[in-house]
């Protein structure tokens, strides 16, 4: 067992445990909030899983989910703008905590793998999970209009 297990293996216990709680239970902003939590501890436990296993397949579906799961917060966000209109918004913290365990993990990957196109897809990876946050964060804050520009007349 090697250091990057061991922290894949923190990760998950320490990450899924609340995400898996805030689905499962409590108001409809906090299931989407977990939702968007859990896949970026699942695509960071990826990453780490990679570099415990040398498997680059892993790096790979990182990238997917890195891209995917930011983009079904969206999605969520949209379809229930009508339902999130009422809801506290009190989602920086918890933006603010993934991105800087996503910079953490992304960094200390860039070090252990070394120059290359390893290292650049790290970095896509680390730059949209980081992204991905902050932009699913603000939907969810701001929400949606659900009125169109021309009912404004």
């Known amino acids: 067992m090697n250091g990057w297990l061991v922290a894949a293996t923190l990760l998950l216990a320490g990450g899924l445990g609340p995400v898996v709680w805030g689905v499962a239970s409590g108001p409809l902003e906090r299931r989407v909030l977990a939702q968007n939590v859990g896949t970026s501890v699942v695509c960071l436990v990826l990453l780490l899983l990679a570099q415990a296993y040398t498997r680059t397949s892993y790096v790979d579906l990182a990238l997917v989910l890195a891209v995917l799961g930011p983009a ?16 506290p ?19 200390a990957m860039c070090l252990a793998t070394g120059a290359g196109r390893a290292t650049v897809k790290l970095v896509l990876i680390g730059a949209l999970l980081v992204a991905g946050n902050v932009i699913a964060s603000r939907a969810l804050a701001s929400g949606f209009p659900t009125k169109g520009v021309a009912d404004h007349d």
């Open 72 to 87: 079904g917060t969206l999605v969520y966000a949209r379809l229930l703008a009508e339902d999130l209109q009422g809801a």
């Open 89 to 107: 918004r009190h989602a920086n913290a918890l933006t603010v905590v993934v991105a800087s365990l996503a910079a953490a993990v992304v960094v």
